[in-house]
Structure formats: structure tokens, C-alpha cells
């Protein structure tokens, strides 16, 4: 067992790695507007797509300073559990399966109470 562990290191060892020799990517400061009044800044690659908003601190969109606001896309409105129940029964079932759950329920309360 003690031939196994690894000698001359301790837990936490800082990296024996050193950024002599590396360089560093081109880099750019893009600054965004909140309409809370916050500046962001954020550091980007050159090469990379600078996007027109970001998420600001306060969960705002924050838009870029040198660029317009994007278009709004059309979404679709949320499908609820309702909207898709309704595409799969008519009101007239639905009253109908309900009646016939209630009278279920009903039976059985009836039945605890006399047993």
C-alpha cells in the first residue's frame, strides 16, 4: 500500500505548470448598458461574436453601447395542461368524466363511514 502513494507532493500542491511562453489571446472590452443604470463590461475574445445583450448583475438585458436593440421575436404563447386537454376532450366529456370521478369518490367516503 505504501508503494502506491505518490511522493513529493503534498494535497493542494500548487501546479508545476508556468505561463512563461504563453501567449494569450487577442482580447476586446465590450461595454453593455442596463436600463437599471448599471455598466457591464465584459472582457471577449477578438474572434469571438459579440452578442447585443447581456445579462446584467440585476437579471436585466443589458444592451451593447455602439449597437440598436435586436428585434423581438414572435414566440409562441405557453401551452398550458389546459390548452391540451381541451385539444383532446370536448367540455361536454370533461363534465361527464367528472361526474363519474365524484360519484367514485363519494361511494367510497360512504363506504369508510359505514364500515
Do not use: F
Amino acid at each position: 500500500m505504501s508503494e502506491r502513494n505518490l511522493r513529493g507532493s503534498r494535497l493542494g500542491a500548487a501546479s508545476l505548470e508556468s505561463e512563461s511562453g504563453v501567449e494569450l489571446a487577442e482580447r476586446q472590452r465590450v461595454t453593455y448598458q442596463c436600463p437599471n443604470g448599471h455598466t457591464v463590461v465584459v472582457p471577449m475574445s477578438v474572434e469571438a461574436e459579440v452578442p447585443p445583450l447581456w445579462e446584467c448583475r440585476c437579471g436585466a438585458e443589458a444592451l451593447r453601447t455602439d449597437t440598436e436593440a435586436p428585434e423581438k421575436k414572435a414566440g409562441k404563447p405557453a401551452r398550458t395542461h389546459w390548452d391540451m386537454l381541451l385539444e383532446r376532450r370536448t367540455i361536454a366529456e370533461l363534465e361527464v368524466l367528472l361526474d363519474e370521478r365524484l360519484e367514485l369518490l363519494r361511494n367510497r367516503a360512504l363506504i369508510k363511514r359505514s364500515a
